[in-house]
């Protein structure tokens, strides 16, 4: 089972400029192939199918908790895209056809994510690959993680919105553990060392300013577990210096930190959350009161109460 924590992996800007056209190329990083669906879909199947999985304890540990690590990334990019298209779903203020990319972003959802690739295709159950060899999943998780990073850099370099490129920082430089925790694993498994024969995408992520923050705080060498009492194993696999920068790599021993989310405005003319959101918020904070909850929202939001989010919802309409 999965345990559900209300914060984002990262720390994501608010919204600013609505940008449907990057926010539809951001999409390839959800459900393209080598997406984030892709690689929770991949490592959730490969955990759920692990035969004999007390004989090799450590592998099904590192498969299972990072498929619960790219839970978080599928979230992430939610929340860029959601970002992005913020300010373009505003009643009377729709985008022009020119501008969307992907019109099902308004026409069929209500400025959100869709489980669509850069080409509006849907996300497949053909992505995952789970064959039941240890080896040849793993080795495929490492071509995997290698094209996710690459797909990485290439919408950090055409999408310049803010929300974007805090995204890409981030999951370049978590890729690149999730890279090397595979190689990791083949190599102790049969010796070759991939990050050797194919030291591919060569990506800088020393020279991109969106991953120094991630770099500085040794996020390149952290694998976090994902559970309160298991996957203890990992840290049987995840060990050693890191293949690049030579840091010696490190389990932590519980989930990140994380950040709270922004709650994002209503966007009136898509109807999210509905036509007249005052409404659906009147009917909860009745609801709360019945319950004997707090006057208040409980749940935690980054707007800091002094109205960021209406400033903004000013600034773009
Ligand atoms: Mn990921
Ligand atoms: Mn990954």
Request: contains cysteine; aromatic residues 8%.
């Amino acid at each position: 089972m999965i345990f559900r924590i209300d914060r984002l992996q990262a720390e994501m800007p608010p919204p600013s400029t609505p940008d449907p056209a990057g926010a539809a190329i951001v999409q390839e990083l959800l459900g393209g192939k080598f997406g984030e669906m892709s690689t929770f879909m991949n490592y959730t199947f490969q955990s759920f199918n692990f035969r004999a999985r007390q004989g090799a304890r450590p592998f099904f540990d590192l498969v299972s908790n990072i498929a619960a690590e790219e839970f978080g990334h599928i979230e992430l990019v939610s929340t860029a895209i959601n970002t992005m298209l913020t300010g373009a779903g505003e009643a009377g203020n729709l985008p022009d056809p020119k501008d969307a990319m992907n019109p099902q972003h308004f026409a069929a959802g209500g400025a959100g994510t869709l489980v669509q690739d850069s080409n509006g295709k849907p996300w497949n159950g053909d992505y995952v690959t789970s064959t039941g060899d240890l080896i040849e999943d793993l080795t495929h998780n490492f071509f995997l993680e290698t094209g996710a990073r690459n797909g990485k850099l290439k919408v950090y370099e055409m999408v310049d919105h803010p929300a974007a490129r805090a995204l890409t920082g981030y999951l370049l430089v978590r890729g690149g553990v999730h890279q090397v925790a595979y190689a990791r694993a083949i190599e102790l498994l049969t010796g070759a060392d991939l990050m050797k024969m194919f030291p591919s995408p060569r990506i800088p992520t020393d020279k991109i300013p969106e991953c120094q923050p991630h770099i500085q705080r040794g996020e390149h060498t952290k694998l976090y577990r994902f559970s309160p009492n298991d996957y203890h194993e990992l840290a049987a696999v995840f060990t050693g210096p890191h293949p690049e920068t030579g840091d010696p790599l490190q389990v932590i021993d519980h989930p990140p930190e994380g950040f709270p989310a922004f709650d994002l405005p209503a966007q009136e003319g898509v109807f999210a959350p509905g036509y007249e959101p005052e409404e659906i918020a009147e009917i909860a904070r009745k609801l709360r009161e019945k319950a004997g909850l707090s006057d208040e929202p409980t749940g935690e939001v980054a707007n800091n109460g002094n109205g960021v989010v209406g400033k903004i919802k000013d600034a773009v309409s």
